[in-house]
């Protein structure tokens, strides 16, 4: 299963971004997993940011919970995560994450900058 981030970037407080999350792989059925989205600042753990699951349930972290939306596409076997009101602390890299055939699969990452 492999995973490839993109969307990430320089943005000013405030801002938006939306991160996209194309996955693919032989015999992966992105329709009956879960796909997440985590990041990791420099210098801390890798959090996780939210969920989205195969009927389409949400879960986000309280530290962006209300800013955050994610969501995503059976058909395109990708997951989005739309970011509003960025704050400093959102710098990051993030990752999209599948858990699929008893392990969980990563993206490359990437970096989101929330300048002041």
């Known amino acids: 299963v492999q995973l490839q981030a993109s969307g990430g970037g320089t943005v000013q407080v405030g801002g938006s971004l939306r991160l996209s999350c194309a996955i693919s792989?032989?015999?992966?059925?992105?329709?009956?997993?879960?796909a997440r989205w985590y990041r990791q600042a420099p210098g801390k753990q890798r959090d996780s940011v939210a969920a989205v699951t195969s009927d389409g349930t949400t879960t986000y972290a309280d530290s962006v919970k209300g800013r955050a939306t994610i969501s995503r596409d059976n058909a395109k076997n990708s997951v989005y995560l739309q970011m509003n009101s960025l704050k400093s602390d959102d710098t990051a890299v993030y990752y999209c994450?599948?858990?699929?055939?008893?392990?969980?699969?990563w993206g490359q990452g990437t970096l989101v900058t929330v300048s002041s």
């Open positions: 994450s599948v858990f699929y055939g008893g392990r969980r699969y």
């Open positions: 792989g032989r015999d992966f059925r992105f329709i009956g997993s879960t």
